[in-house]
Nanobody
Framework: QVQLVESGGGLVQAGGSLRLSCAAS????????MGWFRQAPGKEREFVAG????????IYADAVKGRCTISRDNAKNTVYLQMNSLTPEDTAVYYC??????????????????WGQGTQVTVSS
């Protein structure tokens, strides 16, 4: 069982930045891939970014590539999502997720076993 708790969301103006954090309660955090997803109002939840166990491999959705950076600190059981140059289209609830059966990330939601409760990001124009 892995519990995930996101933080760092909030209201920011367009062009601003936010750093989301996701703290995991797991003794084996360093052995599985992590991902960030988001769900905007009225839309399906979508993949944002993923990271491998060591952080050496990362993947991004085209919509955030070049503006977001995913990272992890295995000593702190935490994964981060740094988001820059935010636009109103980035407004969504952001979720972190753990794929405990994989060491490398995937874009597929069904692969992820545990999910956080989400943190709201609102970007004003």
């Amino acid at each position: 069982q892995v519990q995930l708790v996101e933080s760092g969301g909030g209201l920011v103006q367009a062009g601003g930045s936010l750093r989301l954090s996701c703290a995991a309660s797991s003794r084996t955090f360093g052995s599985f891939a992590m991902g960030w997803f988001r769900q905007a109002p009225g839309k399906e939840r979508e993949f944002v970014a993923g990271i491998s166990v060591t952080g050496g491999s990362t993947i991004y959705a085209d919509a955030v590539k070049g503006r977001c950076t995913i990272s992890r600190d295995n000593a702190k059981n935490t994964v981060y999502l740094q988001m820059n140059s935010l636009t109103p289209e980035d407004t969504a609830v952001y979720y972190c997720a753990a794929d405990v059966h994989q060491s490398r990330p995937t874009v597929l939601q069904v692969s992820y076993d545990y999910w956080g409760q989400g943190t709201q990001v609102t970007v004003s124009s």
